[in-house]
């Protein structure tokens, strides 16, 4: 007669005899299940690779080559790289690693056998069947590994840095749309598995990988930890650094002898986009005071239009033979306007690059966004002088850089600045009494007033953005 074995106890003993199940598509199936303790003769601690060898002997990934090494500086070939990303495919899938091309190991050679399976797997096509024995490009190897894992076990931890590091032009410079598996490049260092060979991460994609280099990409894909972030400076592709106060206006032709008003712009635009405070002008005709004082007056005006140029005084020296030379300064200033001219496009260009670094203006703005953002920080840091006189710093925009301090001018100066240095096309309106903003956004055209903006005890954005009529209401021109 059999004994019956009590249910509970049955369950124990299934329990105790029954192997655990590996996790079907799971990152938890990578584990090192082994300890790396010098098994291969060509590995030293002092090795590039070390740590990213050692791990794909601890995964389970590689046992070596059959002479004891690894073969750190040997190329790979195409099938080494299929073998690599079978078995990676195959643990995430199954939890062991040469469960997935079992099933294949009547195709050929081993190498074939991973291929047919990840064929299978929708991995890759056809496009590497003739290639196993041939030796890998970095590109290949970009191909073969960006498919290889889902997007939950390879997350693009680098996606927006990449975007915008690629978009410049100025970084993984040798990849491009004419590169072979261009995108499956670029998924490898929006996922962390490769940063590139140098400061500005360039890939070498048609050069041979060897065995050292394709370790460090395949235990990235199945060790988190090691995934990496590109330690790429980008500070500057957003930065205004370099910009000068003269390159913000744009050049115009010298007119040797202006007569109207646009003329007289062209000439003292000329003389701005030179860097110069000097204009130098020569009329044919005899001319007298009285002429040479309504030029000078002309100019002054239209100086104030670039008033960020921080110039708001004229002098003039003329001859009755037609020279008239008209000398560009600010009140105040005397000798030391070049220095607060440098200071302000100095302290205006560490303004712009930290709202562009703090996250405040992105690429994504647009124009009318971005001008929002200028106006608010101007109302922020800056006070009206209401014991400013007319010979007073705060009619220029270094007042306000410099001490936070300016009246309307000062403003509409800083104001103007710092959306010509976003690419902004703007200028300035005024009266007998008051000058603010003329800003083209978006391709429309708006009136912005932030020394009214900031004139309670609260930012108003009813001076922001005002339609020509609108304007007109609240000052007229």
Request: hydrophobic residues 40%; proline residues 3%; negative net charge.
């Amino acid at each position: 007669m059999k004994k019956r074995i009590p249910a509970l106890l049955l369950a124990f003993c299934l329990l105790l005899t029954t192997p655990a199940l590996a996790v079907s598509d799971s990152t938890s199936n990578f584990t090192r299940a082994k300890t790396y303790s010098g098994q291969f003769s060509d590995l030293t601690t002092d090795s590039v690779f070390y740590d990213n060898v050692a791990a794909l002997y601890e995964y389970g990934l590689s046992v070596g080559k059959p002479d004891g090494t690894y073969g750190l500086k040997d190329s790979m070939t195409v099938g080494q790289v299929v073998i690599f990303a079978g078995r990676i495919r195959s643990l995430y899938r199954t939890g062991d690693a040469e469960a997935g091309a079992a099933a294949y190991s009547g195709s050929g050679s081993t190498a074939r056998a991973y291929l047919r399976y990840l064929q299978a797997e929708g991995v890759v096509g056809t496009e590497l069947d003739d290639r196993l024995t041939s030796s890998a490009t970095r590109a290949q190897v970009a191909h073969v590994l960006a498919n290889t894992l889902p997007e939950e076990a390879l997350p693009a931890i680098n996606s927006d840095l990449v975007t915008q590091a690629y978009a410049s032009r100025k970084f993984i410079t040798d990849v491009t749309e004419y590169t072979d598996y261009q995108q499956d490049i670029l998924k490898l260092y929006r996922c962390g598995v490769c940063v590139g060979s140098d400061a500005t991460g360039s890939f070498l994609p048609d050069q041979p990988i060897t065995r050292g280099a394709a370790a460090a990409m395949l235990t990235r894909m199945v060790d988190a930890s090691l995934r990496l972030t590109p330690g790429w400076d980008l500070s500057w592709l957003y930065s205004a650094r370099g910009t000068t106060l003269a390159s913000l206006v744009e050049p115009a032709a010298y007119i040797a002898a202006p007569y109207t008003n646009d003329e007289i712009d062209s000439a003292v635009r000329y003389m701005l986009s030179a860097g110069s405070s000097t204009l130098s002008l020569q009329y044919t005709a005899p001319i007298n005071a009285a002429f040479a004082r309504d030029i000078m007056q002309r100019a002054l005006s239209a100086v104030k239009t670039y008033c960020e140029q921080c110039y708001n005084t004229v002098s003039c020296t003329y001859t009755v033979s037609g020279s008239v030379v008209l000398t560009f300064s600010a009140a105040s200033a005397g000798d030391r306007l070049e220095e607060y001219r440098q200071e302000t496009i100095s302290s205006a260009i560490a303004v712009h690059d930290q709202l562009w670094a703090d996250g405040a203006i992105t690429d994504a703005m647009t124009e009318l966004e971005k001008a929002r953002v200028y106006y608010t920080w101007v109302c922020e840091n800056a006070a009206y002088d209401y014991s400013a006189d007319g010979l007073s710093l705060s009619h220029i925009p270094y007042s306000l850089f410099h001490s936070g301090t300016a009246v309307c001018d000062g403003y509409t100066g800083a104001y103007n600045l710092l959306l010509k240095l976003e690419g902004i096309q703007c200028s300035t309106l005024s009266n007998s009494e008051h000058i603010w903003t003329l800003a083209v956004l978006d391709g429309k055209q708006y009136h912005i007033d932030t020394t009214w903006g900031d004139s309670g005890s609260a930012i108003s954005y009813d001076y922001f953005a005002m339609s020509p009529n609108k304007s007109w209401s609240y000052h007229s021109w």
